[in-house]
C-alpha cells in the first residue's frame, strides 16, 4: 500500500490551489474591467456625437449648400478622437461620409421602423471599429441613418500589452505563492518536527520524559497531554511487566528448586521403591502447582487481549453459588466456617468465568476467616447493574495492601508460604474475568468484615470480545 502524500505537500498544494483560483479571479476581473471601462467611454463618445448630428439634421433643408452642410459635420467631429461618420438618407443617398474610411461597407440592419441606437463591433481588412447606427428625421420627415465608427486599435494594442503583463504577473504571483506557503508549512512544522525530535530520543530507559504542552501552540496541547497519558500508561506497563517477569522467576523457582532438591536426594544413594515412590509423588504435587500457574499465565493472556470470544447464557447464581458451596464444603467444615448466600440473582454471562471468578474469592475468603464465623455472598439487582458482594470476618487488610491485591503475585504478607496460598494470581484473575464481562470490582476491608463486591452491567449479553 503506497504512503499517503505528505502533510507538508497536502498543503502546499491546497495553498498554491487557492491562490491560483483568487489570483486567476483577479486577473479575470482586472481584464474585463478594463475592457469595459474603454467600451463604456466607446459608446459615451458615440453618443456624443450621434446626439449632435441629430439636431444639425433635423434643421436640414433642400435650400442649404452641401459644402456648408458637410463644413458643419466637419466642426462636429473635431474634438473627438479620430471619430468617422457616414449619413444617408433612405434612397441610400450619401449626405455625408469622412474621408478617411468609407463606411459603406458597415452591414445596417434591415428594418422599416426607425432604428434605435444599436452599438457593435465592425473590422475591415485592416483596423477595428466600434460602431453605432442610429435614423434621424428631419422638419421635412426625411429619414436618416447615421453610422458613427471610433477605432479601437489602440484599445486593442493597450489591452493586449496590459494582458501579457497581467498574467504573467498572475502566474508570478502564483508561484511566488506557493513558495511562500510551502516556506510557511515548514516553518508552521517546527513544533511537529520539535515534538518529534523529543519523541525520538525517548526509549524505554527513559519513559520520565515529558513533553511540556506550554511549549507547543494550542494546536498541538492536546497531541502533547495525550501522549504524555501514553507514556505514563506505559511507564506502568513497564514496572508492571518487570514486577511480573521477577515475580514469574520467584514463583517458578521454588517448585523448581524443590524438583532439583529431591531429585538429587532420590539420587544420592540407592532407595527402596517405596521411597522412589514417595519423591515421585512429592514431585507430582510440584509438577500440579507448575502445570496451574502455566494455565492461569495462559488464562490471563486471553483474556487480557481478547483472544476468544465470550460465549454468553443465562444464568442462575443463586443456583451456581449453591454448587460452589457444596464444592467448598468440606473444606469449610474442617475449618469450622459456616457459608451463607442471601438473594437471587440472573444474569446472562459466562457460566464457567463468573464460577471460576467467585471461586477465587470464595476461596479466599474461606482461607482468611476466623473459626465459628461465616462467609456471606450477596446477590443484589441495581438501576443497571447487578452487585455480587463476598465478604467475611477476619483480620482487616491494610489499606496499602488493598490497590495492590488484585495485582499479579501480589501477597499481603510475603513471607507465607506459597504452598498454601495457590499460585498468587487468583484475584488477577478474578478482576480479568469482571472486565471481560465489562464489569468492575473493588475490595474494602474495616475491622469487622473484608468484602469484595463485582459489579456487572444487566445487559451482558450485548458484550462481545472478540
Known amino acids: 500500500m503506497a504512503q499517503p502524500t ?50 444639425l439634421l433635423q434643421s436640414l433643408n433642400v435650400n442649404q449648400d452641401i459644402v456648408q452642410i458637410k463644413q458643419r459635420f466637419d466642426d462636429i467631429l473635431i474634438g473627438h478622437h479620430h471619430p468617422l461618420l457616414r449619413i444617408i438618407d433612405r434612397s441610400g443617398n450619401l449626405l455625408y461620409n469622412s474621408p478617411e474610411l468609407d463606411l459603406a461597407q458597415v452591414p445596417i440592419p434591415l428594418s422599416s421602423a426607425p432604428l434605435r441606437q444599436i452599438v457593435q463591433k465592425w473590422r475591415n481588412d485592416k483596423n477595428h471599429y466600434r460602431i453605432l447606427i ?4 428631419n422638419d421635412t ?3 436618416y441613418t447615421i453610422i458613427v465608427a471610433i477605432s479601437t486599435d489602440f484599445h486593442q494594442h493597450f489591452i ?64 502533547a497531554i495525550s501522549f504524555n497519558d501514553l507514556l505514563i500508561r506505559m511507564d506502568k506497563a513497564f514496572d508492571q511487566l518487570s514486577n511480573f517477569s521477577a515475580d514469574i522467576a520467584h514463583e ?6 524443590n524438583l532439583t532438591t529431591q531429585t538429587q536426594v532420590a539420587l544420592s544413594r540407592i532407595r527402596s521403591n517405596e521411597e522412589y515412590q514417595e519423591v515421585l509423588y512429592s514431585n507430582m504435587e510440584e509438577f500440579d502447582r507448575l502445570s496451574q500457574m502455566i494455565a492461569d499465565m495462559l488464562f490471563l493472556a486471553k483474556t487480557d487481549n481478547k483472544i476468544d470470544p465470550i460465549e454468553m447464557e443465562d444464568v442462575d447464581l443463586y443456583e451456581e453459588v449453591q454448587n460452589l458451596f457444596d464444592y467448598y464444603e468440606a473444606w469449610a467444615e474442617d475449618n469450622e466456617v459456616s457459608l451463607l448466600v442471601e438473594g437471587t440473582l440472573q444474569l446472562r454471562c459466562n457460566r464457567l468465568m463468573l464460577r471460576r471468578a467467585i471461586s477465587n474469592l470464595v476461596s479466599n475468603a474461606i482461607r482468611h476467616t476466623p473459626k465459628g464465623q461465616t462467609v456471606i455472598i450477596k446477590l443484589d439487582r441495581l438501576q443497571n447493574r447487578v452487585s455480587i458482594i463476598v465478604q467475611n470476618p477476619g483480620e482487616p487488610i491494610l489499606s496499602k495492601h488493598l490497590p495492590k491485591l488484585f495485582d499479579r503475585f501480589y501477597r499481603v504478607d510475603p513471607s507465607r508460604q506459597r504452598t498454601s496460598e495457590g499460585t498468587g494470581l487468583g484475584l488477577a484473575i478474578t478482576k480479568s474475568i469482571v472486565e471481560a464481562h465489562g464489569g468492575s470490582i473493588h475490595v474494602t476491608s474495616d475491622e469487622l468484615k473484608t468484602q469484595f463486591q463485582i459489579i456487572l452491567p444487566i445487559q451482558l449479553n450485548k458484550l462481545n470480545s472478540g
Do not use: C
Not at 442610429?134 to 428625421?137: E, K, P, R, V
Not at 515534538?195 to 504542552?213: D, G
Open 252 to 257: 517458578l523457582r521454588t517448585p523448581v528448586t
Open 160 to 223: 493586449a500589452n496590459f494582458r501579457l503583463i497581467l498574467w504573467g504577473m498572475v502566474l508570478l504571483g502564483i508561484l511566488m505563492m506557493s513558495l511562500m506557503s510551502w516556506l510557511a508549512v515548514r516553518y508552521g512544522h517546527r513544533p511537529l518536527r520539535h515534538i518529534t525530535n523529543q519523541i525520538s530520543h525517548i526509549s524505554s530507559n527513559e519513559l520520565s520524559t515529558r513533553l511540556n504542552p506550554n511549549d507547543v501552540p494550542i494546536e498541538l496541547s492536546d497531541l
Open 6 to 55: 505528505s502533510l507538508r505537500l497536502r498543503l502546499t498544494l491546497l495553498f498554491s490551489i487557492v491562490a491560483t483560483f483568487v489570483f486567476l479571479l483577479f486577473g479575470w476581473v482586472m481584464e474585463r474591467s478594463i475592457e469595459k471601462h474603454f467600451e463604456m467611454g466607446d459608446i459615451k463618445e458615440l453618443k456624443l456625437i450621434s446626439d449632435a448630428v441629430i439636431p
Open 141 to 143: 420627415y426625411t429619414p
Open 134 to 137: 442610429q435614423s434621424a428625421n
